[in-house]
């Protein structure tokens, strides 16, 4: 399977990202893509809580979860929404939500990011996503002809735990969208991709949010790019570097295959007694 991970600065702007979005996901289509992947907050980078009260929309309304569908469907490819950012019904804060599109349009699968953003990255850099986005509660897989999908978000990368679970759970592609911030991902990023990879025998797909993103209302929002896609071994198949743009990949499940015989680590988990218990 030949994916391709779309790399964009999105604006605080849902209709103009859907238009970007959508011309994207033609040009990885004709380039032979059968699984076109977007970053975290697809539809809208923003810092401002009361824009997005104003322009967000629930799942079953936004304008951009629709018009991904129909254009999946258009092209007959699988597609992997990073997230939206979502009202939710009955609730104050918002959803931050991946999906698995089927070539039909359908919703394969959903989830909700885990782990919240709340960190001090230096005293003029702060953030409290929890404000926000409340954190979903369960983990999410979904079955593809290519295999099988583990979804997580971002922060989420910080967990190991979390991709123990999804390749415990069959993953042996997972994917990590995300909107990182420029200090975090020069320290951080690249390793810790690295690491979830190597860890689990799995490829790791990572669609980023990259730049300096336009806000209409509220202050501008930067982020560090480098899409990668990271082999089950650890190798960096792509990094995108800090441009809008497409990078493509070839999937192989026998690299999954190869690398978690040479190193079985998923079979030789130990219970063990923690500290002070």
């Not at 970053?39 to 810092?47: A, F, G, K, L």
């Not at 954190?135 to 910080?158: K, M, N, Q, W």
């Not at 990668?228 to 026998?254: N, Q, R, Y």
Request: charge should be negative; charged fraction near 25%.
């Amino acid at each position: 399977m030949k994916a391709a991970l779309l790399q964009l600065t999105s604006s605080d702007d849902p209709l103009a990202n859907l238009n970007k979005v959508s011309g994207m996901m033609e040009q990885a289509a004709t380039s032979g893509a059968g699984f076109i992947l977007t970053p975290e907050v697809t539809n809208m980078v923003s810092m401002s809580r009361s824009h997005q009260r104003e322009h967000l929309q629930t799942e079953e309304t936004d304008p951009v979860l629709a018009g991904l569908r129909e254009k999946a469907a258009a092209l007959g490819v699988w597609l992997a929404i990073g997230s939206l950012a979502l009202k939710v019904e009955g609730e104050e804060r918002f959803a931050n939500r991946s999906f698995m599109i089927g070539p039909d349009g359908e919703i394969r699968a959903r989830y909700d990011k885990i782990h919240m953003f709340d960190v001090e990255v230096s005293e003029t850099e702060v953030y409290r996503e929890s404000d926000g986005f409340r954190p979903g509660d369960h983990a999410e897989v979904c079955e593809t002809p290519f295999g099988t999908v583990g979804l997580s978000i971002c922060y989420d990368l910080r967990f190991p735990y979390l991709y123990r679970d999804l390749a415990k759970a069959g993953a042996t592609i997972i994917l990590i969208p995300a909107a990182f911030t420029p200090a975090t991902g020069r320290a951080h990023w690249e390793p810790l991709l690295r690491a979830r990879a190597i860890e689990n025998g799995a490829y790791v797909l990572a669609a980023a949010q990259t730049g300096k993103h336009f806000a209409k209302v509220g202050k501008l929002r930067e982020t560090y790019g480098h899409s990668m896609a990271i082999s089950p071994w650890g190798d960096i198949l792509a990094d995108s570097g800090t441009d809008e743009g497409i990078v493509f990949i070839e999937l192989d499940s026998g690299e999954v295959s190869k690398a978690r015989n040479r190193i079985p680590s998923l079979t030789h988990d130990r219970s063990y007694r923690a500290p002070n218990e």
